[in-house]
């Protein structure tokens, strides 16, 4: 055999046996079977073999697994990020002529996604009140398939009463899917806030960026479903087969690597995150601190009902400077940040700040934050709590 053919076609196997802290990285396309008979009884569906790169490798099912596991589900989907997960569940379970609800307060490009792609496709959609039940309520019809929970909102931090929305929708028959990104599948378990362990009183499906606090590196784009229905799983694999979304093994080991210290840093970054907001409240400049944990906090009883036993509120927090301040103010306020860094995400180990114009995020009818003043979001990362609060007082001198 010539010696190049010998490189590519070589018999040596390692052997058998070899355990180590980490999981092997297995990358590949081409999945090779042993012979015919084998490659055309291989189920693509189940994951007892393997049959194409695309539809998994010993990696990519053991993140699945371990995944499912965080989120107390039984399947679990991996998807190139967050936002492919909502894509792909809202392209999975809707069709034309059929409405999703979204919470007013939900992640944006969620909502741009029912406004660009969706309504193209013929399917119609509503935001609602997430702080109100009964503006749920009003709005389901025979024409709603699929409602979206988020808790707690994105930006303003207001944690909706969950239990009683997805009341609301069981009442109606209608599915419900919440993105539990924050809660890490740590603060609570999607499946089961509204009864007992292993009773399913939660949504029916939960979505999860690993490009947060899973992956913990600010490195890595990827997403979750998470299922305990398997006829629910498969209605959603055949969609993500057919669109063909698959991650990268070396991405999928970065996540592996990053779970082991997810709860250490989910805790600490918890921690330093509540120290910031309490010393946020006696500053002068800032009008209001949306911290789910903190009393007086938009849905901090909601928040109480579902998270005080574990008393877990992840890393990220909000605050409404003076209505003195102007948007420029705010602007220049995050410029002069040196230790937060401006960037979008968070759950990395660096902290992270961004102004928001509310009035352009949230819709008028339900009138929560139209006179609010300029926002600033923080993302605590690893650094010690005394150098954020000095970065913050040494920006907020210069707004005088």
Request: net charge negative.
């Amino acid at each position: 055999m010539d010696p190049i053919t010998g490189l590519i076609h070589h018999p040596y196997q390692p052997p058998e046996g070899f355990a180590a802290p980490q999981p092997g990285v297995y990358k590949a396309s081409t999945v090779i079977f042993p012979d015919v008979a084998t490659l055309r009884a291989r189920d693509w569906r189940s994951r007892a073999g393997y049959s194409y790169g695309l539809l998994g490798t010993p990696t990519t099912y053991t993140l699945e697994a371990r995944i499912a596991s965080l989120e107390g589900g039984h399947q679990c989907l991996l998807v190139p990020s967050g936002l492919a997960a909502i894509a792909l569940v809202d392209m999975a379970l809707l069709k034309q002529g059929d409405e999703v609800l979204i919470p007013d307060n939900a992640y944006g490009p969620s909502k741009a996604l029912a406004l660009g792609e969706l309504a193209h496709w013929g399917i119609t959609h509503q935001f609602y009140d997430p702080m109100d039940p009964q503006d749920l309520v009003s709005r389901l019809s025979e024409r709603t398939r699929l409602v979206w929970l988020e808790a707690p909102g994105s930006v303003t931090m207001d944690f909706p009463p969950l239990a009683a929305l997805v009341a609301a929708c069981r009442a109606q028959g209608v599915m419900t899917a919440l993105d539990n990104t924050w809660s890490a599948g740590l603060a609570f378990n999607g499946f089961d806030f509204a009864g007992p362990p292993g009773a399913g009183g939660g949504a029916d499906i939960v979505i999860q960026a690993l490009t947060k606090y899973p992956s913990g590196g600010a490195d890595v784009l990827m997403g979750s479903i998470v299922t305990r229905d398997e006829e629910l799983h498969l209605r959603i694999k055949l969609a993500h087969v057919r669109m063909g979304l698959g991650v990268a093994a070396n991405d999928a080991e970065a996540v592996l690597r990053g779970l082991p210290s997810i709860a250490l840093r989910y805790q600490a970054q918890d921690q330093a995150a509540r120290q910031l907001a309490h010393w946020l409240q006696g500053r002068p400049e800032v009008a209001q601190v949306l911290h789910p944990a903190l009393p007086g906090a938009p849905g901090h009883a909601n928040w109480q009902g579902m998270c005080s036993g574990r008393d877990l509120a992840a890393g990220l927090f909000s605050f409404v400077l003076d209505r003195r301040y102007t948007a420029t103010q705010a602007d220049a306020f995050c410029d002069r940040l040196g230790l937060f860094k401006l960037g979008y995400s968070w759950g990395g180990p660096i902290s992270l700040a961004l102004p928001y114009d509310l009035s352009a995020m949230r819709s008028a009818a339900f009138g929560h934050w139209q006179e609010a003043g300029p926002l600033v979001r923080l993302a605590i990362g690893l650094e010690a709590v005394a150098d954020l609060q000095a970065d913050l007082a040494q920006a907020f001198d210069a707004l005088r």
